[in-house]
């Protein structure tokens, strides 16, 4: 296991009523997922907004620090990736 996802026995109480992790995880892998699914059709930008802002979960706001853009022209990338996972998935895109 690694160490980032190790927990020492004493605070298991504690992680285990903080959330369920299994579920964390699971919809994160998924995410990933859909996410390397989707590189076959997004541009390198569209992929790396989406990137952060599915899988590490940064606002648009922050995302623009990240990259060097706008947090509106982030928001139209964002906009424009969402749309192309509405046509590959579905209302499954979400």
């Not at 980032?4 to 299994?22: K, R």
């Not at 998924?30 to 059709?41: H, W």
């Not at 541009?43 to 590490?56: A, F, K, P, Y």
């Not at 979960?57 to 996972?85: D, M, N």
Request: glycine share 4%.
């Amino acid at each position: 296991m690694p160490a980032h996802a190790q927990v020492p026995i004493d605070a298991i109480n504690e992680v285990a009523s903080a959330g369920d992790m299994a579920a964390d995880l699971a919809t994160r892998v998924d995410a990933q997922r859909k996410i390397a699914d989707l590189s076959r059709f997004l541009s390198d930008s569209e992929m790396e907004v989406l990137t952060l802002h599915w899988v590490d979960e940064f606002s648009a706001r922050e995302i623009g620090r990240i990259v060097g853009r706008s947090h509106r022209a982030v928001e139209s990338l964002l906009h424009r990736a969402r749309q192309k996972a509405l046509e590959r998935w579905g209302d499954h895109a979400e």
